[in-house]
């Protein structure tokens, strides 16, 4: 509470710990007179300073509380005019046994903000024992392919951030990470579906931020879990977190381990429309044992009650072990077989990603100043051997040729620093500036080695050796002004990206170098009528080719199968343009149109006289998208909770002259799901989610329809501070991935199916809890681990 006065009469003074001599902040100031008109009220600033008018002199009483304190109170006598300066007052620890004290705070699964949607993961019974990619299909409106490629609403080019941070792997490797990222280390993912300019222009279709676990409670906190799935093989699980946090001092650290074998089957039939048409039917049977582990240490120091640092250092690993049984029959266009081709391979996949961060923050005396400092170092290093042998037979099973043997070694290495300063100014109540600068600096190193197997000894092959190295500079500035106007709220901000890189094929002699500088406007208006609160939105977005989609070295696969990247590729530019209305705060209907230039997609060539498929990359012309998304949360009673999501959407790609060919696919989709919650007595959580979604429109590509049903319940032990999850994840085993290519010379269909299908049983068990301090709330807090989810 707050007087506003023109009393010359001010009392003020400063709040300390009786023992550490600490500023205290945010406690409350009473002053009382026996004429409660008189009585006001306020708090010490975060220098535990204070200063309050009073209207008249006379005789007052002063009170201070604060939370984890002994009250504090003093009989004043205030002159006529002037300042009252009390000094320094020492507040005693209440040291009175409370007993445990555990907080407990119920949150909604699904959250929905104005410019994002938040899924909690710890707070549904379904996430034991997922991985990142299996919590995206879990979103919303949300589809996440087994080939790295995220759309929201229909809509492609979906950039992906860790805690914050864009990611700078390729779709493929990217799409890797987050299949073996267990579920156990991350916190919550945010769906932001209009970025402002504070964000990078990355990501036309939207910005996934997945924020892993950091516990900032008082005292000694932590939790233990161990899970098991059983698919087709059984699967082991473990985490553990702490953090200790006394006075100035946090120190806190994680480690997740999942241990995982897996069944993944890919089918493809391949018709070649050539001078010799040819059909290839292809089957890989794919057993790969994974041994992924996710670790991560830090500590957190408040220098005082206006600035902080802290520092953050995090491993993950990545490990695949896998065989592949290969069977190709080639035949005429009457199916008549021809030959037959089999591979057997064995491949060792490691990727080691280690990053830096420290941070800075100072909030200045002036309320709302701001400035942030922040700086990463990470490193992504791979390692891919692949060993191949080949047989060649006629159908009767005589052998065609000799066999032969080829090894493949692809590793690549990755350096990324990035920097960047934020700073916030407002300028009144109504008006607010936000300022900042970043850059980024990444270094790519690839070099591929390959070898032909005579007679047990490894030969290498020079002529099909690569090497690539790939360096980009990234620097970028924004503004954006917040404004309030008779009930709007206005946005409007403008970032300015410069982008210089330089490929270099040094087995060819090619090089390419780009510069190019763009700006990329956003805004935004929102005004609250009634119980609808209206909200539009557009801004200008980038898609840049990674470094992996620039790279022409031709990759082996099988004989007849190659990944190739395309050093010619253009970045793409995207506008999208939005509105949304929610009403009663929880009711959502969005409608939100996007038109991108030079599309970047995943293409499947031919070449002739070898008969070679190359999955590679291409620009496009066009690529439109129109989308409806509507959202209805049901308390169906207290005890049943539903969250139902629905969306439909148009897709066109359009291509005037690909390979001496026009296109113009276009394709209407839909999609829905339903999440149910059913909160019961004696501790008992049950949760059912079913998830649809039409055909689908990827590039040239089709995805057909995919659907799955979740079921789970949960069950907390020990005072609720354990909880036991029992989950089945696609209980239907109707997870399977088939596409459609019909373009140029190539009609092919791929029919991909991992066994999803697994029964999942984890416990975890949460400990400490009891100390609890007076604090700031920091933005750096990861939100709910502060609390223990029920």
């Known amino acids: 509470m707050s007087i506003s006065s023109d009393a010359q009469t001010r009392i003020s003074g400063t709040v300390l710990d009786s023992i550490t001599k600490n500023p205290i902040a945010y406690c409350t100031i009473r002053i009382k007179n026996q004429d409660p008109k008189l009585g006001t009220a306020t708090q010490t600033d975060p220098d535990g300073k204070f200063s309050i008018p009073v209207v008249k002199p006379g005789n007052y009483s002063l009170e201070i509380t604060a939370l984890s304190y002994l009250q504090y109170q003093r009989s004043l006598k205030l002159p006529d005019s002037g300042v009252l300066v009390i000094g320094n007052i020492l507040m005693n620890k209440d040291t009175k046994n409370l007993g445990d004290v555990t907080i407990v705070a119920k949150q909604n699964l699904i959250e929905r903000r104005a410019d994002k949607i938040i899924m909690n993961v710890g707070n549904s019974v379904l996430t034991n024992g997922s991985t990142a990619n299996e919590l995206l299909q879990q979103i919303p409106g949300l589809s996440a392919g087994d080939d790295g490629q995220i759309r929201l609403n229909g809509r492609a080019g979906v950039s992906v951030m860790i805690d914050n941070k864009v990611s700078p792997l390729s779709a493929s490797e990217l799409s890797s990470l987050l299949q073996n990222m267990p579920s156990g280390s991350i916190s919550r993912i945010e769906i932001i579906t209009n970025p402002s300019s504070k964000y990078d222009a990355v990501g036309a279709g939207g910005i996934i931020n997945i924020i892993t676990k950091k516990n900032t409670q008082a005292g000694v906190n932590g939790s233990a879990s161990a899970g098991y799935n059983q698919g087709i093989y059984p699967n082991l699980l473990g985490s553990f977190m702490l953090n200790v946090k006394k006075g100035r001092f946090n120190v806190f650290g994680s480690y997740s381990y999942n241990k995982m074998k897996r069944?993944?089957?890919?089918?493809?039939?391949?018709?070649?429309?050539?001078?010799?048409?040819?059909?290839?039917?292809?089957?890989?049977?794919?057993?790969?044992?994974?041994?992924?582990?996710?670790?991560?240490?830090?500590?957190?120091?408040?220098?005082?009650?206006?600035?902080?640092?802290?520092?953050?250092?995090?491993?993950?690993?990545?490990?695949?072990?896998?065989?592949?049984?290969?069977?190709?029959?080639?035949?005429?266009?009457?199916?008549?077989?021809?030959?037959?081709y089999s591979t057997q391979t064995s491949n060792l996949k490691k990727l080691t990603n280690t990053a830096y961060n420290f941070y800075y923050n100072h909030k200045f005396k002036e309320t709302g100043h701001n400035i942030e400092f922040n700086y990463t170092f990470s490193q992504f290093d791979n390692f891919d051997d692949r060993i191949s042998n080949n047989f060649y037979y006629y159908p009767d099973g005589r052998e065609l040729k000799m066999p032969n043997s080829i090894r493949n070694n692809v590793p690549f290495l990755v350096n990324n620093n990035v920097a960047r300063i934020d700073y916030t100014v407002p300028f009144n109540k109504t008006t607010k500036l936000e300022a900042g600068v970043k850059g980024g600096w990444i270094r790519q190193e690839n070099d591929l080695i390959y070898d032909s197997i005579i007679n047990g000894a490894i030969v290498n092959v020079p002529a099909k050796n690569s090497s690539f190295s790939y360096s980009e500079n990234l620097l970028a500035a924004y503004l954006n002004l917040s404004k309030k106007i008779d009930g709007y709220n206005l946005h409007a901000g403008l970032r300015l990206e410069g982008t210089s890189s330089d490929a270099n094929f040094f087995t060819s002699g090619l090089r390419i170098k780009n510069d190019y500088t763009n700006l990329f406007p956003s805004v935004s208006a929102d005004k609250k009528f009634n119980a609808h609160d209206l909200r539009i939105s557009a801004s200008r977005r980038i898609g840049r080719p990674s470094y992996q989609d620039l790279d022409p070295t031709l990759i082996y696969f099988n004989q007849y199968y190659y990944l190739q990247g395309n050093p010619s590729l253009k970045p793409e530019y995207t506008n999208v343009y939005s509105f949304s209305d929610t009403f009663k705060e929880n009711y959502s209907l969005s409608v939100s149109y996007s038109r991108t230039s030079n599309p970047i997609v995943s293409i499947q060539e031919i070449q002739e006289k070898t008969n070679i498929n190359i999955f590679a990359v291409t620009n496009l012309d066009v690529l439109s998208n129109v989308s409806v998304a509507l959202d209805i949360p049901v308390t169906v009673t207290n005890w049943w909770n539903m969250n139902n999501n629905a969306y439909g959407y148009f897709n066109q790609t359009k291509a005037a002259d690909y390979m001496g060919k026009s296109y113009d696919r276009h394709l209407f989709g839909f999609g829905f799901s339903t999440n149910h919650t059913f909160t019961l007595k004696n501790n008992y959580k049950l949760e059912c989610q079913f998830k649809y979604d039409a055909p689908q429109l990827i590039g040239l590509n089709r995805l057909e329809e995919i659907y799955y049903l979740n079921l789970g319940v949960q069950k907390l032990l020990m005072n609720k501070k354990a909880n036991v999850k029992l989950s089945v994840y696609d209980l239907l085993n109707s997870m399977k991935y088939n596409y459609q290519y019909d373009y140029f010379n190539v009609h092919s269909t791929e029919r991909r199916s991992l066994d999803y299908r697994q029964l999942r049983l984890s416990f975890t068990y949460n400990f400490g809890g009891k100390s609890l301090n007076n604090r700031k709330s920091s933005e750096k807090d990861n939100g709910n681990e502060r609390l223990k989810i029920q």
């Open 263 to 340: 069944s993944v089957n890919f089918k493809i039939d391949r018709f070649i429309d050539a001078s010799v048409p040819l059909n290839f039917q292809q089957e890989m049977k794919f057993k790969p044992r994974f041994d992924n582990q996710v670790a991560k240490v830090g500590v957190d120091y408040d220098i005082n009650n206006s600035s902080a640092m802290g520092f953050t250092f995090d491993l993950n690993i990545f490990e695949r072990n896998r065989t592949i049984d290969d069977v190709t029959l080639i035949s005429d266009r009457n199916f008549r077989i021809d030959s037959v």
